[in-house]
């Protein structure tokens, strides 16, 4: 498939050197970034961590695996070694075992020099297999989309919808349910995609009772400690959108949710903005000149922790509001602004020892966070 216009697999052979590059679709939708594995613990780490989803590209990812080991070390005892820690990384993956079960055999049968070329080989060999595979599903599938649209009783766009991770990055490329898709939109077919779901992570889970009961917990105690800050007028949505300028003059807007607050509440939704972010220098400059200009004879090192832990509600809140908009109300232009919310998250869940658990309940769900 093509990234700005240019073609890319989901993994590929770098044919000059002993290093296997992919997608890392851990940086998928915010960044496109493409990974180095040079090693078999890279590759099961690839797998292990998702940078790469779907089951027949772990599966390629696994062959790869073993070129990289027998890069490294061709004797039969590396190798099985190798097998066992791809197998390992995501022991549930029919493919990946498939994938280590075809290719360990025939490289284990050749003279320990040999087994390097015969693995490329073999790897080469299984990925345009799967690249072959996925067309033919789509000129199948096209068939049936072209018969369907065809017969359309309206100018309406021809309806598909698809089920669980079937595009092109789950695959080596095409993708399996979407192939017939991708062909049908080459060939100039108005088509509307459904896409029912695709979770790859946590599959089919939720949070359990314990869970839910942990998480409450570690909130409702960070909300108790804030709740005992001074009580000021706090304006509640104060950051960068809801500041103007005009004529050299600031021009405050959204303050129809003003109320009694506590003091900090304002100063880490401005400092700790998840539309603008500001360098660290410039934030504790500014957290100085707000102690200045309240007259605050609080100690600074106290004010720094209750700033921080109000920057940790704040932003906590801030993700709730953009997965709702972004999952109930269909609106995702906040999805942008969630990776810099995250890590500001992180920042202040690393800072202080009494978070670890919190840190540890999100980052079970979030990957973000380890």
């Not at 595009?167 to 108005?190: E, H, N, S």
């Amino acid at each position: 498939m093509k990234v700005q216009g240019q073609h890319f697999r989901s993994i590929w052979l770098e044919q000059e050197s002993q290093v296997v590059m992919v997608i890392d679709q851990q940086q998928l939708p915010f960044r496109f970034e493409i990974k180095q594995l040079v090693t078999v613990a890279d590759a099961a780490t690839a797998i292990a961590d998702m940078v790469v989803r779907g089951a027949p590209l772990i599966g390629a990812t696994a062959a790869c695996g073993l070129l990289l080991a027998a890069a490294q070390d061709p004797s039969d005892e590396y190798l099985s070694s190798a097998a066992d820690v791809l197998l390992a990384a995501r022991p549930t993956a029919v493919n990946l075992r498939w994938a280590v079960e075809r290719i360990l055999p025939r490289i284990l049968a050749v003279a320990p020099s040999d087994r390097f070329d015969l693995a490329r080989i073999q790897v080469e060999e299984l990925c345009e297999e799967d690249i072959a595979g996925n067309s033919r599903i789509g000129d199948h599938g096209f068939g049936l989309l072209q018969e369907l649209y065809l017969q359309r009783s309206t100018e309406q766009p021809l309806n598909i919808l698809t089920h669980c991770n079937a595009g092109w990055l789950a695959t080596v490329d095409w993708g399996t349910a979407l192939a017939p898709i991708f062909k049908a939109y080459d060939a100039g077919l108005q088509v509307h995609v459904w896409v029912d779901e695709t979770r790859p992570r946590n599959q089919g889970a939720s949070l359990t009772a314990a869970t839910k009961n942990a998480l409450a917990k570690e909130y409702q105690d960070l909300v108790v400690e804030l709740a005992c800050e001074p009580r000021v007028l706090c304006h509640r949505d104060y950051h960068s959108r809801n500041l103007m300028l005009h004529q050299d003059r600031l021009y405050v807007l959204d303050f129809q949710d003003a109320r009694m607050g506590p003091c900090t509440y304002d100063l880490a939704s401005l400092l700790k903005d998840s539309y603008v972010e500001l360098k660290q220098q410039t934030v504790e400059e500014l957290i100085a000149y707000f102690l200045e200009l309240t007259r605050s004879h609080v100690c600074q090192t106290d004010f720094r922790r209750r700033f921080d832990m109000m920057c940790l509600q704040r932003n906590l809140k801030a993700l709730g509001t953009f997965g709702y908009q972004a999952t109930v109300r269909r609106n995702d232009l906040y999805v942008q602004y969630m990776p810099r919310t995250l890590r500001y998250v992180g920042e202040h869940l690393r800072r202080y020892a009494r978070f670890e658990r919190l840190h540890e309940l999100l980052a079970t769900h979030l990957v973000e966070l380890r």
